[in-house]
């Protein structure tokens, strides 16, 4: 039987964590010096997050020179894969045990089973931001280990309703599945009236929706663009895909 589609659960998460746990650790592969989308997605995720929260973030060599403010870094090797793994997993396993984060959070399916073990030996919330490759990447060592992973995680973020569908299907529970989308930033030099709060669409923890349909090259206009289209339209609105 086909797995139901997934619906976005924004109310059955907490808003808040407890006040004895208010740090988030954030663990990627993703993330400046690198250039891509991802990596864009997980920076912004570390600067919204690190203006109410305590945020520290694991991620490659040259990462802390590009951290925003307030954000703490520590580094590890981007190649090979298996020593950043290995490398990864240390750090955090250490950086949860010294902060007690209220949430481990894995900016990537890759690094989903890092943060389960982190957040476990915390009592910590796991979570994971997922884009569709996350679910099907046709690998046999990570759908034997990575997939059972992310069904354990207390939440999986996807990143569109098609990548919660994929989520479902792959056995996550619909009910820890939640979408929100990456969101366009807009130029400051943009030109004509700044759109109000009422035109943005649905303004969410991490994304917005907006009315305008994002152009190719909006989201990371210092790289060059991995896909002709930069967006996906959903009724009228449309959402960085």
Excluded at 82 to 89: E, G, I, P
Excluded at 112 to 126: K, S, V
Excluded at 150 to 162: C, E, H, P, Q, Y
Aim: glycine residues 8%.
């Amino acid at each position: 039987m086909a797995a139901r589609a997934a619906q976005p659960q924004e109310s059955t998460m907490p808003t808040q964590p407890s006040p004895e746990r208010q740090g988030i650790l954030l663990i990627t592969r993703n993330f400046p010096p690198l250039l891509g989308g991802m990596e864009r997605l997980n920076w912004h995720l570390a600067a919204e997050l690190g203006k109410r929260h305590a945020v520290h973030v694991i991620a490659p060599a040259g990462a802390a020179a590009q951290a925003p403010t307030g954000v703490s870094v520590e580094e590890v090797p981007l190649k090979p894969l298996w020593r950043f793994v290995l490398a990864t997993t240390w750090r955090a396993l250490r950086a949860a045990r010294r902060m007690r984060p209220a949430v481990v959070l894995a900016g990537s399916g890759l690094t989903a089973p890092i943060a389960w073990l982190a957040a476990r030996c915390t009592g910590a919330r796991a979570v994971a931001y997922v884009h569709g490759l996350d679910i099907t990447v046709p690998h046999a060592l990570y759908r034997r280990l990575w997939l059972p992973a992310l069904r354990r995680l207390d939440a999986v973020i996807a990143n569109s309703r098609a990548t919660a569908e994929l989520a479902a299907q792959a056995g996550i529970s619909p009910q820890r599945i939640h979408i929100v989308h990456p969101g366009v930033q807009l130029p400051p030099d943009m030109p004509g009236p700044r759109p109000t709060p009422a035109a943005l669409g649905a303004c969410r923890t991490l994304g917005v929706e907006s009315e305008n349909a994002p152009q190719r090259g909006q989201f990371l206009p210092d790289s060059q663009p991995h896909s002709g289209a930069m967006g996906q339209e959903a009724g009228k609105k449309w959402a960085a895909a």
